[in-house]
């Protein structure tokens, strides 16, 4: 592919000679001749001028002498762009016939589903949708155009997944909420018999686990991307564009906004409400509603600014107790003199 | 079904027109007409008056005016009923032909095994045992009546699973414990050649992983429920109707007693016990015993209400530094002061 | 098999009758005639005194009057080889005509593929390899000699397994690593087209999941055990005989040293350096990188002893606060005094 094709799917200002072919992509350090690469900043100049590739992407407003560049207002989205162009997504391969299919499945065109894949009843399943070895279909289940599902992903009965969705291997979707009451004797299941809808554009990690809802629905809605791990309980709604980061899991019916980004290892108690656009830092324990646009962490959560300032504050703790100790000793005898002179 | 079948059915008392039909159960805000609701407590009055529900079940002593309804001493045990009688669980579909049995299996009746599940040579499988599709059951493992094995569960070789329990989606039982010793150049693997026993009655959540014994038995006994991602490693021990909540994880030979409380995220130390009854709040580190009925957080653990009134202190650390700070400087006036003065 | 045939297999000096008849390796607590069990330290004495072994292992310096034994430097590394005599791992058993083979795989010698598994266009199949069912090995995969896949295990296209490693079920190498941009209307993907490669004697335990790299390889190196629930991703790379205990999460383009351990549930931020043999303690979060050696906890992590201090200071807070508040008034006391004899 010439360099002036590239510049041109991408949308960016080519410098330099554009008939250079480029073959493929790569990172700084690991390009070879023939690569593209990408200086995502100025600060890694240095591995620029170590690399290997033959042309790169620069930011708007930086240049570069040893090689053709591409100019992008936004180079990391020019990038990914690139990357697929070099790594376009397979063609669809059919439908294997070690594929278990049960009846009255409503299939769109130009699928792939792998053998050993299984769809259950009455499932819907849109068209140039991917299902790879071990998935599980369920009973009734809609998965929208061009969603991909990998090896050993489980969508349970009745749940309905929207389009251009990729859920990653071994994760479960719709598995029973943990909704249980003590009859007396024994721990009574509740019987969870809701669903789990997943809007459009919805990336989701491995092994993660949505639970179906008691009644109703858990709802994922579009463009939010989960990481790995990720466990939502029954009766969730996590709303659009919102960024859940793996090992996070989420309690029952908690509900939480559009453009929210969740860190790392959170907990988020039952019935909480975290507003749009809030910020939850990694590790945080959330014990109570975080409003619109708060920057949070901590356990119990704190803004983020005075959990930092906590924190620092701990590590002179031994130190504030011993000055504490000699302050009480200080004024033993200031109050011991006083009362020799009185 | 007439809502006096279902008064019947649960064991409530009917106030009203018992001969209204009920096609379905659902939450006060999604009741339509024809559907049954619950009112689990006199907080959610709003909610019922504005429920287009047909019928209510109501906790003894409340009442209600714009529908009939059926008083319950334990709403939440009735209303789990009523959801089971609107949602019972499938008919035995038997075995499919795409299903793998190896030898020597001794199988009960009306089961239902799916196409792709692996029943592994001399494995014994009780009557009305469900294996879903991906389910592996390895060789030599028991399987109790009634058991539901979800799709892609893992039941690993010598593994004894009782009645009438339920593994959710990917969970995988009797994988190797994480056992290793230094030999000088390298980790050798301990081998890990114990089982796993799981009691009548347990529930395990989706994605959870539960490790063989070194040698002997992990066990969970009968009753207990256990949400998504709890990690269980080799030789624990966890008691009878315990509870353990998401993305918790013991280390190796802990003991946990009946009827405990594990609640989110909490990491429990190799060989220690937790008392019968003991809760431990989320996101707690326990590295030391815990005793019978005890209420314990934070990391380490502390009685629940000392690491409270500890977590309210540290709100005021930064303060408490500056006050301290000025108490110095006080001090040493008055101590130079005094110096000037004798 | 007589013990004197044991203690030469393991390098052991026997005490005692050689000649017993072991069938059987069992706990002290466990073990019936015929076993043989393992004294491991000194203070365990009490019970292999009530145990009911026919023969022990005893750390050197030890013995025992009951029954022979044998004496090993390493009694852990000696016990490891005796579980092993008795619990040899199974024979080959060939390729199952129910295994899915793409084309152009290149198979090795005395493989066991059992039915259900899935082995994708072009992969490399080394001798020995075993491949329980509902494994997926992706299009190009390399997987070495002697290694293990257990039920359920992903590893997706391109990736590298070397040889002799233990993968436990349901664990998912070479998921999409979670890299995305705003382009100022979503989050875009960046594809993650890198791979993983996983170097020889890594053992992984249960429902892990490892990210393919955006570019270029996340890698696990030689030697490495790492324990269920482990989240390594994009980009990552982790020594070697380095150990990473359950529910440890590493973000995006972390460095592991060698001989480093990471106990559970901690979360390191991307980018950081964790040197060679490090210790890292259970829960920490590390936010900034960690030297060679370091022995560190908490969050954010401090040398161990520190974060043990004031951990100790934490718990005196309450009282330090209210120290605090009685010298205050204390001093303002003085001062009225001083002003008033002023």
Chains 1, 2, 3 share one sequence.
Request: overall charge negative.
């Amino acid at each position: 592919m010439k360099l002036s094709d590239i510049a041109e799917c991408i949308g960016g200002i080519l410098h330099g000679d554009g008939s250079v072919e480029i073959s493929a992509v790569a990172s700084l350090e690991d390009a070879t001749c023939g690569s593209i690469s990408l200086l995502a900043s100025k600060k890694h100049t240095d591995k620029l001028l170590q690399s290997k590739a033959s042309a790169f992407i620069l930011p708007a407003g930086l240049s570069c002498e040893k090689a053709p560049f591409i100019s992008c207002e936004n180079p990391m989205v020019a990038f990914a762009k690139v990357i697929r162009l070099f790594h376009p997504l397979p063609s669809p391969k059919g439908i294997d016939e070690d594929a278990v299919i049960e009846k009255d499945v409503k299939s769109g065109q130009d699928m792939t589903i792998y053998a050993n894949a299984f769809v259950g009843e009455g499932a819907i399943l849109g068209d140039r949708v991917s299902l790879y070895p071990g998935v599980y279909v369920g009973a009734g289940v809609t998965i929208g155009d061009d969603t991909i599902l990998c090896p050993n992903v489980v969508i349970n009965d009745g749940s309905e997944v929207g389009k251009r969705v990729v859920i990653n291997a071994g994760t479960i979707v719709g598995g029973e909420g943990y909704g249980f009451v003590w009859d007396g004797t024994k721990h009574l299941k509740i019987p969870q018999v809701g669903k789990v809808v997943i809007g459009d554009d919805v990336e989701i990690g491995a092994n993660c686990a949505i639970d179906r809802a008691t009644l109703g629905k858990t709802e994922i809605k579009k463009g939010t991307k989960i990481d790995n791990f990720v466990h939502i309980a029954h009766n969730c709604t996590v709303g659009e564009n919102t960024l859940i980061v793996a090992q996070t899991g989420l309690s029952g019916s908690v509900e939480i906004g559009n453009n929210v980004i969740l860190s790392g290892q959170i907990a988020v108690s039952d019935h909480l409400k975290i507003g749009d656009g809030a910020i939850v830092a990694g590790k945080s324990g959330v014990t109570k509603n975080i409003e619109a646009g708060a920057k949070v962490g901590g356990f119990p959560t704190r803004p983020i600014m005075e959990w930092k300032r906590i924190q620092k504050s701990l590590e002179k703790l031994p130190e504030i107790r011993k000055t504490v100790d000699s302050l009480c000793k200080k004024i033993q005898k200031i109050e011991d003199e006083e009362s020799n002179n009185a």
